[in-house]
C-alpha cells in the first residue's frame, strides 16, 4: 500500500514534464515560466518535510497517510482547472505543499512494521515505485494529453480519481501499530520486535532536541549524501533529455524513450538493493557493512559507468552505460531510507524529513542550475557534476559513524533536564 502511494504521487507530479508544451502553447506562456512553475514543486515539497514529519509523528500514518492523498489529488485537479500561470503555479506548489509527508509517514510505518533485518528491502520498494510511477506517469501521460477528447486538463482530473480511492481503502484497512491489526499474530509481532544489536543499550534515543539533531555529524553526513544523490537523479526528470538532444542529437521521441531506460533501471537498482542490503546485514549484523559499504560500492560503481559513458559514441551505447550506473545508483537508495530508521530512535520521521527536506533542495539547486552552467562549461560540464556527485555522496557516506542514533553523536553536552 505505502508503495502505491508512491506510485500515484510519482504519476501526479512528474507529468508534468510530458504536459509541458501543451500547457504552455494553450496558456501562451514562455518556456522560463512554465520551467519555474515546474521547479516550484520542490521549495514548499522541501520546507514541508520537517512540519509534515512531525505531523506524521504525532497523528500516525493511518490519519496522515490519507489525508496527504486527498490534499494531493485536489492539487492535481486544480492543475488541470488552472487559467492562467498564477494558479497553475499555486496549483504546483499545492502538490509539493501536499506530497512532502508521503515518505516521512512510510518511513515511520516501515520502522514500526519491519524489524531491522528486514527493512531494507521495503525501502527500496518504495523507492523503486517512485521511479516506477515516473516513467509509468510520462508514458501515461504522453497517451492522454494527445487524445482529443481529454488533453492535458482531462489528464489531470483522471490522474486525481486514485488518489481518493487509496485513501479511502487505506484508512479502513491499516492500523499504525502491528499490535492493534486483527491479522497480526503474537509470533509476527515478536518477530518484528527484535533487537537492533547496533542500537545501544537501550535502543532508544533521547528526546527530539532540535539543537542535538542538528548539531550532530551523523546528521550531517546523512542529509549530505542525500542532497548528491537528489540532485544527481532529478538529472532524469529535467534535463536528460534535453541533454540527448542537443549533445547526442537525437530526436525528441527517442529521448522520451530513453530516459525511460535509467528510470527502470533505478526501479530494478532499489529492488534489488534492498535485498542485498538486508542479507548484508543479516549475515553480518553490521550497519556499516551493510548500509555503508553498500551504499559506498554502489555509488563509486555508478560514477565509474558514467564516465565510461564519454568513451562511447551514439546516443544507444551511452544511454546505456548511464542506465547501468543508475543501477547502482538505485541500490544504494534503500541505504538511505534504513538508515534513518537505524538512526532515528523514536524520531524516525522527524530525521527522514530533515534529510529528504536537505535532499529535495539539492534537486531544486541542481535543476535550476543546470541551465547556467551548461552555458559556461557546455553538456560535457554537467555531465562531469553528475559524476561527482555521486562520488561526493559515496565520501559523505564512508564519513559516518552509524552506530547508535544520530542524537547520541551530537557535540552538545546534554544536560540532566535534556536526559529527562
Request: contains cysteine.
Amino acid at each position: 500500500m505505502l508503495c502505491i502511494a508512491a506510485l500515484l504521487a510519482y504519476i501526479c507530479r512528474n507529468s508534468i514534464s510530458v504536459a509541458e508544451s501543451s500547457i504552455r502553447a494553450d496558456l501562451g506562456l514562455t518556456k522560463r515560466d512554465t520551467g519555474w512553475m515546474m521547479a516550484l514543486f520542490f521549495l514548499p515539497y522541501a520546507l514541508m518535510q520537517i512540519p509534515s514529519g512531525w505531523l506524521a509523528h504525532r497523528k500516525g500514518t493511518r490519519f496522515c497517510l490519507p489525508l496527504f492523498a486527498v490534499a494531493w489529488s485536489a492539487a492535481t485537479l486544480l492543475m488541470g482547472k488552472a487559467s492562467g500561470l498564477a494558479m497553475l503555479m499555486g496549483a504546483r506548489m499545492g502538490q509539493g505543499i501536499t506530497q512532502a509527508g508521503l515518505f516521512p509517514a512510510s518511513t515511520n510505518t516501515i520502522a514500526k512494521w519491519f524489524p531491522a533485518t528486514e527493512r531494507a528491502f521495503p525501502s527500496g520498494a518504495l523507492g523503486g515505485f517512485m521511479s516506477l510511477g515516473g516513467a509509468v506517469g510520462m508514458w501515461i501521460a504522453g497517451v492522454l494529453v494527445v487524445h482529443p477528447d481529454i488533453g492535458w486538463r482531462g489528464m489531470y482530473f483522471i490522474f486525481s480519481v486514485p488518489g481518493i480511492l487509496f485513501a479511502a481503502l487505506f484508512w479502513f484497512w491499516f492500523r499504525d501499530r502491528p499490535e492493534d491489526h486483527p491479522s497480526v499474530n503474537d509470533a509476527e509481532i515478536s518477530h518484528i520486535r527484535q533487537e537492533d544489536v547496533n542500537a545501544g543499550p537501550s535502543g532508544k534515543s533521547t528526546p527530539p532536541l532540535w539543537r542535538h539533531l542538528i548539531a550532530s555529524p551523523a546528521t550531517w553526513w546523512i542529509c549530505g549524501q542525500q542532497f548528491c544523490r537528489a540532485a544527481a537523479m532529478m538529472f532524469f526528470s529535467s534535463w536528460f533529455a534535453t541533454y540527448l538532444q542537443e549533445y547526442h542529437g537525437v530526436t525528441i521521441k527517442q529521448s522520451g524513450l530513453f530516459t525511460m531506460l535509467p528510470l527502470l533501471a533505478i526501479v530494478g537498482g532499489t529492488l534489488i538493493g534492498g535485498a542485498v542490503v538486508d542479507a548484508v546485514y543479516r549475515r553480518t549484523r553490521s550497519r556499516r557493512a551493510s548500509r555503508q559499504g553498500v551504499a559506498c560500492a554502489s555509488l563509486v560503481l555508478c560514477a565509474l559507468f558514467i564516465v565510461a559513458a564519454f568513451f562511447v559514441k551514439g546516443a544507444p551505447a551511452a544511454v546505456t552505460l548511464v542506465a547501468v550506473g543508475s543501477f547502482f545508483a538505485g541500490t544504494a537508495g534503500p541505504c538511505s531510507f534504513t538508515i534513518t530508521i537505524d538512526m532515528g530512535g523514536r524520531h524516525v520521521a522527524l530525521l527522514f524529513s530533515t534529510m529528504n527536506m536537505v535532499g529535495n533542495l539539492g534537486a531544486l539547486a541542481f535543476t535550476v542550475g543546470v541551465p547556467y552552467l551548461q552555458e559556461v562549461v557546455g553538456w560535457s560540464g554537467v555531465m562531469i557534476l553528475f559524476c561527482g556527485l555521486h562520488l561526493a555522496a559515496a565520501f559523505f557516506w564512508w564519513l559516518l559513524d552509524s552506530s547508535g542514533t544520530v542524537f547520541d553523536q551530537s557535540l552538545l553536552r546534554k544536560t540532566d533536564a535534556d536526559a529527562r
